[in-house]
């Protein structure tokens, strides 16, 4: 029987540096001009950076199917299916949704209320599909250059900006318990003392038995 793997996290302090420097290579400078130019070509810098996948070892069918759900994504309509979902049991893929494309998406009000780019939208429901392991597993592993760093970086910006969505109507600073679900992974001395930042994006749930696994 395998032992649970350790969790992984980050310490404080790269934390509060914030993604970019885990995204990019080079100096203060050459990092913040590499994310104003993936802001500046949006989707299109997502869409270079999946096609520098093709081909290389490290990154598997990661070209094929990040490829096939960024085309979903950004250039198809959404279809409602049932479908077989990333923890391996079916799921409904697109649910009320169908008939929608990218720039319905970026017109939903909670799009316009967080202010939205097209690119951040495309890019938080690129992570929602099959290709999220190639989001993750480069942040946990530290690989740096990050292979799908535009996006992670958009996820990251709109994620951000979706706090907004909090900040209106009558539930301003309401408390909000939220629960993440794990499985077979232990953590650390060092985390229960210290705390820390888990490496990658992640999932959290308002009621505790849907976070579950």
């Keep these: ?3 649970p793997e350790s969790a992984s996290f980050s310490e404080g302090r790269g934390a509060a540096l914030g993604i970019k420097f885990v995204l990019f290579d080079g100096t203060q400078e050459d990092v913040e001009k590499k994310c104003e130019e993936a802001r ?5 810098s997502m869409e270079k950076e999946i096609d520098a996948m093709k081909g290389h070892p490290a990154w598997g069918d ?14 198809e309509e959404a279809v409602e299916e049932e479908i077989m ?3 391996g049991f ?12 990218l720039a319905d998406f970026h017109q939903a009000a909670e799009s316009k209320t967080a202010e939205l780019t097209i690119a951040e939208v495309a890019a938080l429901r690129l992570y929602t599909t099959a290709a999220f392991k190639w989001i993750n597993n480069p942040l946990r592993r530290h690989s740096k250059p990050h292979p799908l760093a535009s996006a992670t970086l958009f996820i990251y910006e709109g994620l951000k900006k979706l706090r907004a969505l909090h900040l209106v109507g009558n539930k301003k600073f309401s408390t909000k318990y939220l629960w993440r679900g794990m499985k077979d ?3 650390s001395r060092e985390f229960l003392v210290h705390g ?14 849907s976070s579950s696994i």
């Design 196 to 209: 820390g930042t888990e490496a990658a994006v992640h999932i959290l749930k308002s009621r505790l038995y």
């Design 40 to 44: 500046r070509l949006g989707l299109e």
């Design 90 to 101: 079916k799921t409904m893929k697109d649910t009320n949704h169908g008939g929608r494309r």
């Design 62 to 75: 990661g070209y094929e199917v990040c490829k096939k759900w960024f085309d979903y994504v950004v250039k």
């Design 85 to 87: 979902g990333n923890d």
């Design 1 to 3: 029987m395998a032992l």
């Design 185 to 187: 992974r232990t953590v």
